[in-house]
């Protein structure tokens, strides 16, 4: 049975970008119904004795998977999001990556403005994502439970949650001013090095 994971962090240390209301609702209620729907589906099939990461590969794009894919990849999602957070802290992104960065997007600030684009332009509810891919970072974004761990030449390192459960209660409509925050303030660098040094 899978289980809803802990939260990285205490409910309250992302405010005032990310409210404690949000996180109890979006960890709380959302993620955890994913979890639950994921139990139910997978008993008595195969997938049941499978890592939540092999029950993603096994069930991506096979139709008559697919509610099992998107509650799956939702759970896999939101604990990655979860990572890709830190309270508030003057972290900045570590040597390696700062190369990358000036390399593939021209600099810092660039790269902010590429992502806050693309996290802008995922029409609907979704993900936007700094991934590594054959040595270059990229950004990408995903419609609802999709997720760029499905690419197997892909390496996610950072995501941002852009459904409107994510902000609205802190932000209403303004996913801008969401994306923004969550930039500026709340971006896990030693949490994307990691996985950038794992590829």
Partial sequence: ????PTLPFDKT?????ISAE???????????????????LVQNTPFVSLSLEDIIFKTHNIEEHKAIFNNAAQVWNHTFY?????PPTLFSPPGTLTDLLEKDFGGYESFLEAFKKAALAQFG???AWLVLEDGHLKIVKTSNAETPLT??????????DVWEHAYYLDYQN???D????????LLNWPFAEHNAQRS
């Fill in 151 to 160: 690419d197997k030449n892909v390496t996610p390192l950072l995501t941002c």
């Fill in 178 to 185: 969401y994306v923004q925050a969550f930039l500026e303030n």
């Fill in 125 to 127: 509810s979704g993900w």
């Fill in 22 to 40: 949000t996180l109890s609702f979006h960890h709380e209620k959302h993620q955890q119904a994913y979890v639950d729907n994921l139990n139910r």
């Fill in 13 to 17: 240390s992302l405010s005032p970008y």
């Fill in 82 to 86: 979860w990572h890709s957070l830190t």
């Fill in 1 to 4: 049975m899978f289980e809803l």
């Fill in 174 to 176: 303004r996913r801008g």
